[in-house]
């Protein structure tokens, strides 16, 4: 009646940006993305008859803004016609900052509600009901290099390759902790219906998914580097060509780019990709992260880096 799992946030070197279907959350594109290993939410879920209705806690605290979507992401996987539960969702980064919260939390959630209503769901099963609830989500179920593919009527997703396999580290340069003012989700859709740039960066990302694959498959830095930093920039060629602009960057976001491209420029193996906030996220091998981690911190605007390896999938940790 009662289960924790832990999930941990992914990041993407080819992005979702835009759905294709809004009432059931499809992406209107694939992603590829990295599993983190040290950042991660653990979400318990207990079944309480003696509640009238879900209760949500975050970080411990009583939170009523969030509950609609998680119960709603429950519905999902347990039924409407179940009894109420209690959630606590811990996590050890900022929330809702452009980190990927939702993907470790709702990749955590439907883990946990799978167990506490021992529903024994298939993990393809459980990825495509935590993309109803955040499309990202869906890749925090699988460890590693994962793609997510648009499957003819729902999503797939499939591992490249396996932590162990590519051990490369990633350097989170938070710029401003605070909650981002609007989210991806709403973001994405209003790019869909208002950006000049967003058939053609529907159009090219069968292409960027192809050359990101064959990279990692060679574990090829540079090459994925070079990818993931064009993927990216172009999604954010869509937020600002937008209207209104979403314009998600700071000054400390685009000093902490020209890191990146000094370092590229003394041959450190390192590249960034930024997603619906002003982190920069920096890829790099194991031997150049002192190095990665030094030159972030001492970047004007940097609040703090963390630091995260490549980790695995979302899981049970007791029933
Ligand atoms: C920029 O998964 O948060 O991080 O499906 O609406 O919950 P919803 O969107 P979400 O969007 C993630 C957008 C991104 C790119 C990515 O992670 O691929």
Redesign the pocket.
């Known amino acids: 009646m009662r289960a924790t799992a832990i999930a941990q946030p ?3 070197v ?4 835009g ?1 294709r279907d809004v009432e059931r ?1 499809l ?1 209107a594109v694939g ?1 590829i ?1 990295l599993t983190l290993s040290t950042l991660y939410t653990e979400m318990q879920v207990e079944i309480d008859t003696a509640l009238a209705d879900d209760v949500l806690s975050v970080n411990a605290v009583e939170n009523r803004s969030l509950l609609a979507r998680v119960s709603n992401c429950i519905n999902i996987v347990a039924g409407v016609d179940r009894p109420a539960v209690r959630v606590s969702s811990r996590s050890n980064f900022p929330i809702a900052a ?1 980190i ?1 919260s ?2 470790s939390a709702f990749a955590a959630l439907v883990v946990a509600t799978d167990a506490a209503f021992g529903s024994s769901i298939s993990r393809d099963r459980l990825a495509s009901l935590a ?1 109803r ?5 869906a ?1 925090s179920l699988l460890g590693g290099f994962v793609e997510l593919d648009n499957d003819a009527d729902d999503i797939r997703i499939n591992k490249l390759l396996g932590a162990a396999d590519w051990p490369l580290e990633i350097m989170v340069a938070i710029t401003a902790p605070g909650p981002k003012p609007l ?4 973001a ?1 859709e209003i790019s869909r219906r208002t950006s000049c740039f967003y058939d053609r960066w529907i159009e090219q990302q069968a292409a960027d998914l192809a050359e990101a694959r064959a990279a990692i498959r060679q574990r090829d830095l540079q090459r994925l580097g070079a990818i993931a930093e064009h993927n990216c920039l172009k ?1 954010h060629s869509v937020m600002w060509s937008s209207r209104p602009p979403m314009i998600y960057w700071n000054s400390a976001t685009i000093a902490c780019m020209q890191t990146i491209r000094e370092l590229q420029a003394k041959g450190v193996e390192v590249f960034f990709t930024i ?2 906030g002003p982190q920069l996220k920096a890829i790099c091998t194991a031997a150049d992260a002192s190095t990665v981690r030094a030159a972030l911190s001492a970047t004007e605007g940097v609040v703090e880096v963390m630091q995260s390896g490549i980790g695995e999938g979302a899981r049970l940790v007791n029933a």
């Open positions: 992914n990041i993407a080819i992005k979702y940006w759905k959350n992406p992603s993305s452009g990927a939702s993907a993309g609830a955040s499309g990202s989500a890749r989210s991806s989700g709403d994405m999604m997603d619906a």
